[in-house]
Nanobody, 122 residues
């Protein structure tokens, strides 16, 4: 079993920044790939970013590329999502998830956190 706990969400004005964290426990963090997804009200869950186990490769959704940065600290069992240049359309619940092998499909992921709300006001 894997437990994932997100934090760092909250209200922010457009153009601002937030850093989300996802703390993992339950198995060797450094051996599995991590991803962030988000879900806005009435919309499907959307891929945001992913990072491979050793941090060597990162992937981003089109809507966030160039503004968001995913990183991880395997010594702290934590993955981060630095979000800059936030827009009102970034408002959503943000989830971290894990599986072996990066995919963009939320249905492929085995474990999920409870989510953290990000609200961007104009």
């Amino acid at each position: 079993q894997v437990q994932l706990v997100e934090s760092g969400g909250g209200p922010v004005q457009a153009g601002g920044s937030l850093r989300l964290s996802c703390a993992a426990s339950g198995r060797t963090f450094s051996t599995y790939d991590m991803a962030w997804f988000r879900q806005a009200p009435g919309k499907e869950r959307e891929f945001v970013a992913a990072i491979t186990a050793n941090g060597g490769n990162t992937y981003y959704g089109k809507s966030v590329k160039g503004r968001f940065t995913i990183s991880r600290d395997n010594a702290k069992n934590t993955v981060y999502l630095q979000m800059n240049g936030l827009k009102p359309e970034d408002t959503a619940v943000y989830y971290c998830a894990t599986r072996w092998g990066v995919t963009l499909a939320p249905g492929d992921y085995d474990y999920w956190g409870q989510g953290t709300q990000v609200t961007v006001s104009s």
